[in-house]
């Protein structure tokens, strides 16, 4: 069955750096983009970025530009998130999700991993 | 930049009842709207795609309707386990998306 596991809890200093790894499983790594997003305490689901697993062409939100880096590693089927320069309002749970196959969605999702920046 | 506005913010209605649910784009999405359901401390878990199609176990119970700009998730009768946050996602210009700020489902 397909499975997205992503690795554990973060605590991170203000200006440092986190980078979050999604082990996936259960299907053709290649055939399924990886889409992040996360949420802040208290708020909604914000959209991160999105990487292509075929061919590592990415696409992030305009806020993130910059600071962040998605990369995959296609013999290990896990896709990473990497956000640099951390601030306190990037504390949050991040998800990883499975693009559909129809491409207008995402299907299966991580379990979420919660980055806490406090100095 | 499109924007997805869900209403209301907060439904409050009884097992049993049927809940209406609305996800308004700033304009038009085509049917690239999908909805989720989010309970806290789980991932949230695709309900709807393509504005109509149920995903795979989903009961009958939740159905979707829309095009264009506006939308709907109905939950027919409601059970204990569906009182949770719901958002709906538009991915119009795809890879991109676009995630409505939620709305709350609580037992009244």
């Known amino acids: 069955q397909v499975q997205l596991m992503q690795s554990g809890p973060e605590v991170k200093r203000p200006g440092a750096s986190m980078k979050v790894s999604c082990k996936t499983s259960?299907?053709?790594?290649?055939?399924?983009?990886i889409t992040w997003v996360r949420q802040a305490p208290g708020q909604g689901l914000e959209f991160i970025g999105w990487?292509?697993?075929?061919?590592?062409?990415?696409q992030s939100a305009e806020k993130m530009k910059g600071r962040v880096t998605m990369t995959t590693d296609s013999l290990t089927t896990t896709a990473y998130l990497e956000l640099r320069s951390l601030k306190s309002d990037d504390t949050a749970v991040y998800y990883c999700?499975?693009?559909?196959?129809?491409?207008?969605?995402?299907?299966?999702w991580g379990q979420g991993t919660l980055v806490t920046v406090s100095s | 930049e499109i924007v997805l506005t869900q209403s209301p913010d907060t439904l409050s209605l009884s097992p049993g009842e049927r809940a209406t649910l609305s996800c308004r784009a700033s304009r038009s999405v085509n049917t690239y709207i999908s909805w989720y359901q989010h309970k806290p401390g789980q991932a949230p878990r695709l309900l709807i795609s393509d504005a109509s199609i149920r995903a795979t176990g989903i009961p009958a119970r939740f159905s979707g309707t829309g095009s264009g700009t506006d939308f709907t998730l109905t939950i027919s009768s409601l059970e204990t386990e569906d009182f949770a946050i719901y958002y709906c996602l538009e991915r119009s210009n795809w890879p991109l998306i676009t995630l409505g700020q939620g709305t709350r489902l609580e037992i009244k």
């Open positions: 999700a499975r693009d559909c196959s129809a491409i207008s969605c995402v299907d299966f």
């Open positions: 990487i292509s697993n075929y061919n590592g062409n990415t």
């Open positions: 259960g299907y053709n790594f290649k055939d399924h983009g």
